[in-house]
């Protein structure tokens, strides 16, 4: 690998021992380290956000299992290009080896394309490793899903992105370490917060803060009077040197092409911006709702937070009073997901906007929280005999679904007396449809 690709390429983990982030598939004892180090690996799919390691994961699977690995990306590859894969994987099964074919953004093939590979997928002719940022049950054929095993990745928490980082500022060969530069554990902690979970986005903006701070224009040489140099100006060009060789906030706001100066996304005023925003939308106050929204765009917050945060409010705080707040809610994350920002902001108003006119109701929400609490109170109670399914003859003799009425063809009166919750909690009451206002 040269120093002519990415950091973030150069950098890439090449073993489990490396890897940073989802403990909870390659931990110790967890179910994908298992699989690779019994070299087990089934077909899988990959999904989470981008910068989380798929791609690096599906490297670490090939070479740890010892199998050829050939990677296509479904945005620029076509059916031809999955027929030469799938050839050179048979001949190699011929020989006795296994491929790996990883597909960079599956989501994006049709019908036709994934069902090119389909058939090698279910011979054993080669294990396939499809990544993808979408939901793989509407992106990904039903033939298909069933025959791979699907993983979800998580966003990278802060302190994996702060060791990724740190690896790339001290390693020599690979990273940074040798351009001798200095970088303050606060703006270390800054670019790991705007990096929002994504390690390609910080390496990336790392490698050009790097290059911003390099490239700043040499310093004019002047005389200095004896005073001023006894003084230490700020200006001085001894300290002024040092200076040159940090990494700056304005380096990495420069970097991400971002600005924390309407809005710190990573300190209180993110908290309290999105307090205002939610506490206007409950309010019916649509203008401030507008203001305290485009406040957090403007600052660069990614849109999907905003959107989730109105679908949210749409459950949280008006619930049953309109049962269209929700679609509309969800409909405005859906078209942040398609066009982006900043096209999507007028999505995010209408939606906003919608939600602080619409009646308010906190049944559902209080009912759900109430519901919880007697949860953990009780614990756990049986299911009533006569509403369990009694699929085999033993368990009809045991009981099961004994003097069940079937509900559509039960007389009002039956329906009536017929019990649903554990005798516990009979006429338990959560459900309060009143408060709407």
Not at 146 to 166: D, G, K, M, P, Q
Not at 236 to 253: G, Q, V, W
Request: proline share 4%; aromatic share 6%.
């Amino acid at each position: 690998m040269t120093t002519q690709s990415p950091l973030a390429n150069r950098m890439r983990p090449r073993s489990l021992k490396e890897f940073q982030g989802q403990r909870h598939l390659v931990g110790e004892g967890k179910i994908l380290r298992e699989l690779i180090q019994g070299d087990k690996i089934p077909s899988l799919l990959f999904w989470g956000p981008p910068g989380t390691g798929k791609t690096t994961l599906a490297r670490i699977i090939a070479n740890e299992t010892k199998a050829n690995f050939n990677q296509i990306s479904a945005i620029n590859a076509g059916v031809k290009d999955i027929r030469d894969v799938v050839e050179r994987a048979e001949k190699d099964k011929r020989l006795g080896e296994k491929t790996i074919l990883f597909i960079d953004e599956i989501h994006r093939f049709n019908k036709a394309q994934q069902d090119a590979f389909l058939p090698s997928v279910e011979n054993g002719t080669m294990i396939l490793i499809g990544a993808t940022t979408e939901n793989p049950s509407f992106k990904v054929n039903n033939a298909l899903l069933s025959r791979c095993r699907t993983f979800v990745l998580e966003s990278l928490t802060e302190e994996e992105l702060l060791a990724i980082l740190n690896q790339a500022l001290k390693d020599k060969d690979k990273g940074i370490g040798n351009r001798q530069l200095k970088i303050t554990k606060k703006n270390k902690e800054y670019l790991v917060k705007l990096s929002n979970g994504d390690a390609r986005t910080m390496l990336n903006a790392l490698e050009l803060a790097v290059d911003l701070t390099n490239n700043l224009p040499p310093l004019k040489k002047r005389r200095l009077k004896g005073d001023f140099r006894k003084k230490k100006s700020p200006s001085s060009p001894s300290l002024r040197k040092r200076e040159d060789k940090c990494i700056t906030k304005k380096n990495i706001e420069q970097a991400l092409q971002k600005s924390n100066l309407l809005y710190d996304r990573a300190g209180d005023e993110h908290y309290n911006i999105i307090s205002a925003f939610h506490k206007s939308m409950r309010g019916g106050d649509e203008n401030a709702t507008l203001y305290w929204m485009n406040r957090m765009l403007a600052g660069g917050e990614d849109p999907l937070y905003i959107a989730r945060r109105i679908i949210r409010f749409a459950s949280e705080d008006i619930g049953l009073a309109n049962s269209l707040a929700l679609p509309q809610a969800t409909a405005a994350y859906d078209a942040c997901r398609f066009i982006g920002m900043p096209e999507c902001g007028v999505n995010l108003a209408q939606a906003a906007v919608y939600m602080a006119k619409s009646k308010k109701s906190i049944a559902l929400y209080e009912a759900y929280e109430n519901v919880m609490e007697d949860i953990k109170r009780t614990g756990n109670l049986p299911v009533p005999l006569h509403i369990r399914n009694a699929p085999t003859k033993l368990m009809g003799d045991l009981g099961y679904g004994k003097d069940y009425k079937y509900t559509p063809k039960a007389s009002k009166r039956e329906n009536a007396q017929q019990e649903f919750l554990p005798a516990e909690l009979k006429n338990k009451k959560w459900i309060k449809l009143v408060g709407s206002k």
